[in-house]
T-cell receptor, first 117, second 115 residues
Framework: AQTVTQSQPEMSVQEAETVTLSCTYD???????LFWYKQPPSRQMILVIR??????QNATENRFSVNFQKAAKSFSLKISDSQLGDAAMYFC??????????????FGQGTILTVHP | DGGITQSPKYLFRKEGQNVTLSCEQN?????MYWYRQDPGQGLRLIYYSQIVNDFQKGDIAEGYSVSREKKESFPLTVTSAQKNPTAFYLCATAPWGDSSNYGYTFGSGTRLTVV
């Protein structure tokens, strides 16, 4: 079984500053995918960024980037130039590409991000 | 345009009643999932289905039932056996076996309240 842990229930950042959200993913599988989802007040789940475990290069999507440290099981999300619209609940999630839990996306507890103007 | 439709947006259930939440998709995705979200918690998997006429229990299946008679539809029934059904329910879909596109697509959710 895999576990996803987000140890920061809440984070805050000033507009235009940078913030990093933390996540750890523990699995016995060697092939897996990691995701960050954003859930704004509308509660619509929005995919922010995806990382394949076999890729050494960290994923980047505009102002969003990840720092994936496979050995440390760490998968942090960095938001640069924070905007008011970034305020939301952020979920880290992992999906094993094999094994008995194949195809099942497992979520962390979430981090509430507040952006101050 | 393609997407997932969950209905209703809000649902109220009386004690002892069964209620059914609808999830329809036109993305031609094979896999469909039901998650439950409680305040302050992440999403927990209730049931999932990889192909028509087949489904598996997730981590919190007790008190719930599903069917998958059509590829496009994956309704969730919350039975009277579910002791604490008040929660936000999310349906999701994904292509199955496509390693280049493992992201899930989510519906807009149904808020179920017991009255």
């Amino acid at each position: 079984a895999q576990t996803v842990t987000q140890s920061q229930p809440e984070m805050s950042v000033q507009e235009a500053e940078t913030v990093t959200l933390s996540c750890t993913y523990d699995t016995s599988e060697s092939d897996y995918y990691l995701f960050w989802y954003k859930q704004p007040p509308s509660r619509q789940m929005i995919l922010v960024i995806r990382q394949e475990a076999y890729k050494q290069q960290n994923a980047t999507e505009n102002r969003f980037s990840v720092n994936f440290q496979k050995a440390a099981k760490s998968f942090s999300l960095k938001i640069s130039d924070s905007q008011l619209g970034d305020a939301a609940m952020y979920f880290c999630a992992g999906l094993n590409a094999g094994g008995t839990s194949y195809g099942k996306l497992t979520f962390g507890q979430g981090t509430i991000l507040t952006v101050h103007p | 345009d393609g997407g997932i439709t969950q209905s209703p947006k809000y649902l109220f259930r009386k004690e002892g009643q069964n209620v059914t939440l609808s999830c329809e998709q036109n993305l031609n995705h094979d896999a469909m999932y039901w998650y439950r979200q409680d305040p302050g918690q992440g999403l927990r998997l209730i049931y999932y289905s990889q192909i028509v006429n087949d489904f598996q229990k997730g981590d919190i299946a007790e008190g719930y039932s599903v069917s998958r008679e059509k590829k496009e539809s994956f309704p969730l029934t919350v039975t009277s056996a579910q002791k604490n059904p008040t929660a936000f329910y999310l349906c999701a879909t994904a292509p199955w076996g496509d390693s280049s596109n493992y992201g899930y697509t989510f519906g807009s959710g149904t808020r179920l309240t017991v009255v």
